[in-house]
């Protein structure tokens, strides 16, 4: 589902023009500047500008039993050709009976309670050009019947079509020694991007619990790197996998204590337990005034340990966070956060922060700060050649700043 970009510009024109069909229609515009304050050690730009249109389309009929949903995304990037880059996230209708709903098309669906690592999240693919964090996802073609009784939710998944990661390409932003290949993947099955997929996750509330617990068979999202193409590339490995995985969620006060965990088999090592748990904590109407704060802490483990993939690193670590919400006209927020490992006290700063501008325009911010206790030079860097203990050494230049624009209609 990833198009080339004179389709995509095609299909963007499209629809702008279907702009006047029945229904109800949202668009926004947005133009971004990214800052790299480090010098890169891989020839990649110090800034990069890019322009952005995402249109949303929603319609019902038959008494509000059957809807239709769409969203679309394209983003043209002045330095990347990897990130000039479009997708089709939602494209379904849904029809809504009594006690089970079927929702059939392309959707994105979101598992998960954690606040810095959506442990269980599984359905969709990471869009990594699109945003590093994994929060932006691409739409996943699908047939998810849900059924709906006093004891919970029951959501069943047919998934046809595997969608492969993004990855920046050689002028984009965040990259290592070597480029990851999007043009080149490898499949444990032979059905490769054909293999179906299965999922399944039963939800329910009891009092103050949110519990789920979900299962996923079938080509895994996060891919291995085992070996480089001709151009030089690193080339993803997708294998089979089976993943059981379980979200909990207590509301106590202004406590929200959170678990996500999960056993996944079928990648290099074998099964393995991994989990993330914390707490939030809330403080209302913070030194007399209407502003909220959030206190976020989460522990995660993995105990593949350092035997973990190269690009993971949150196998031994400790996440803080603060949230404020200022509850003022212009919906003022921000989020910042560290995640450090004790033992190499290697650590990443993140820092979100969004405001209004008036009714019709948004300013986000974002900023991400690497930090490795044995930084490599820049030839270490070129060549690969530091300590694999230090995992955030390879990223330590890759700090970013971002400042998004957006405009709605």
Do not use: C
Not at 128 to 135: A, M, Y
Not at 189 to 215: K, N, P
Not at 247 to 255: G, L
Not at 365 to 384: I, M, Q, R, V
Request: aromatic fraction near 14%; avoid cysteine; glycine fraction near 10%.
């Amino acid at each position: 589902m990833r198009f080339g970009s004179g389709l995509l510009a095609a299909s963007v024109s499209a629809l702008f023009a279907t702009a006047s069909m029945a229904g109800d229609w949202d668009f926004e515009v947005g133009g971004e500047y990214r800052y790299l304050p480090q010098n890169q050690p891989y020839g990649v730009p110090d800034d990069a500008a890019s322009l952005s249109v995402r249109g949303e389309y929603f319609h019902e009929w038959n008494d509000g039993d059957d809807l239709f949903e769409f969203e679309a995304f394209y983003r043209w990037s002045d330095t990347d050709d990897e990130r000039t880059h479009g997708d089709i996230q939602d494209l379904a209708w849904i029809h809504v009976a009594d006690g089970w709903e079927l929702r059939t098309g392309v959707r994105t669906v979101f598992w998960g309670v954690t606040e810095f690592q959506h442990l269980v999240d599984i359905v969709n693919q990471s869009d990594l050009v699109e945003r590093t964090d994994g929060e932006a996802k691409l739409g996943q073609p699908m047939v998810n019947l849900s059924l709906v009784s006093d004891w919970g939710i029951i959501d069943l998944f047919l998934l046809p079509g595997f969608r492969e990661r993004t990855f920046p390409g050689p002028d984009g932003w965040p990259r290592g020694p070597v480029v990851i290949s999007n043009e080149d993947a490898d499949y444990e099955s032979g059905a490769e991007q054909s293999h179906v997929d299965f999922a399944a996750r039963w939800a329910t509330s009891i009092d103050a619990w949110e519990l789920a617990l979900s299962y996923f068979g079938g080509t895994g999202r996060d891919p291995e790197f085992e070996r480089i193409n001709d151009e030089g590339e690193l080339v993803p490995y997708y294998p089979i996998i089976d993943q059981f995985g379980l979200e909990v969620q207590y509301n106590y006060d202004a406590w929200l204590w959170k678990l996500e965990a999960l056993s996944r088999s079928g990648m290099e090592g074998g099964r393995y337990f991994a989990t993330v748990f914390g707490f939030e904590y809330t403080m209302e109407g913070v030194l007399g005034s209407v502003a909220d704060l959030g206190i976020v802490s989460e522990y995660n483990y993995d105990e593949r340990g350092r035997d973990a993939p190269d690009n993971y690193y949150l196998e031994n670590d400790l996440a803080l966070g603060l949230r404020l919400a200022m509850n003022d006209e212009a919906t003022t927020e921000l989020l910042g956060g560290v995640m450090y490992d004790h033992q190499t006290e290697e650590r990443v700063v993140t820092l979100e922060a969004s405001r209004r501008l008036g009714d019709v325009w948004m300013l986000n911010l974002d900023a991400l700060f690497f930090h490795s206790k044995a930084p490599p030079s820049y030839e270490d860097l070129a060549t690969g050649s530091f300590d694999p203990l230090y995992k955030l050494a390879q990223s330590s230049r890759n700090d970013l700043i971002q400042l998004e624009i957006i405009r709605y209609f």
